[in-house]
């Protein structure tokens, strides 16, 4: 049987990125909510997470970044083709590798939710001490500090953390999926 028809809803990527701490795992979170509620079948890939466990061998040099998004994309593919809603909530720094991944899928399968904050919205989030690490040197290669981040050219969704509230972003997901006819409902 058509998984599609099964599951009542059709998969796509929902692809968050943006500088740490701009709120990518705390939308991904709430939006996996909003799935559940409503039914559809999802999963949260989380670069945190990951990097813990299916990319603790990689480092955060330019090489090892593009691998671990490319190892995220190769494992997000797997998930949608067997019909789950996607989230991931990577900081996928460089645009040129998103667009890679973006490859991976069919159009309208991978969404791209640029989660933009400023940096030092993003410093006074960072329970971690991240930023402060990085800026004391003790972290290198860190994002948003000692590496870039390229900002995407043309994300299907565009979320400013720093003025708009969690549920308006999850509202503004569910609105580009609904509209798209890649989900039916979603609860408001």
């Known amino acids: 049987m058509d998984k599609r028809k099964l599951n009542g809803h059709k ?7 943006g500088l740490p701490s701009a709120g990518k795992s705390t939308i991904a ?12 079948h999802s999963i949260i890939l989380d ?9 603790s061998d990689l480092g955060f040099s330019p090489a090892d970044r593009a691998e671990n998004v490319r190892r995220v994309g190769e494992v997000a593919r797997f998930l949608m083709h067997n019909n789950i809603m996607v989230i991931v909530a990577v900081v996928s720094p460089c ?7 973006r490859g991976f899928f069919e159009k309208d399968r991978f969404v791209e939710v640029f989660v933009d904050c400023p940096v030092e919205v993003c410093e006074e989030r960072d329970y971690r001490g991240l930023y402060a690490k990085a800026r004391r040197g003790d972290i290198v290669d860190f994002t948003g500090v000692t590496a870039s981040y390229e900002k995407p050219r043309n994300p299907e969704i565009h ?4 003025s708009l509230d969690v549920p308006k972003c999850v509202c503004m997901i569910c609105d580009y999926l609904v509209s798209r ?8």
């Not at 979320?159 to 720093?162: N, V």
Request: net charge positive; with cysteine.
């Open 11 to 17: 998969s796509a990527v929902i692809w968050l990125t």
């Open 29 to 40: 979170s709430a939006f996996g909510k909003e799935l559940l509620q409503s039914g559809i």
């Open 47 to 55: 670069g945190d997470q990951l990097r813990k466990g299916l990319n």
């Open 95 to 101: 645009e040129a590798e998103r667009q890679k991944v």
């Open 159 to 162: 979320l400013r953390t720093d």
């Open 181 to 188: 006819e890649i989900i039916n409902f979603c609860n408001k």
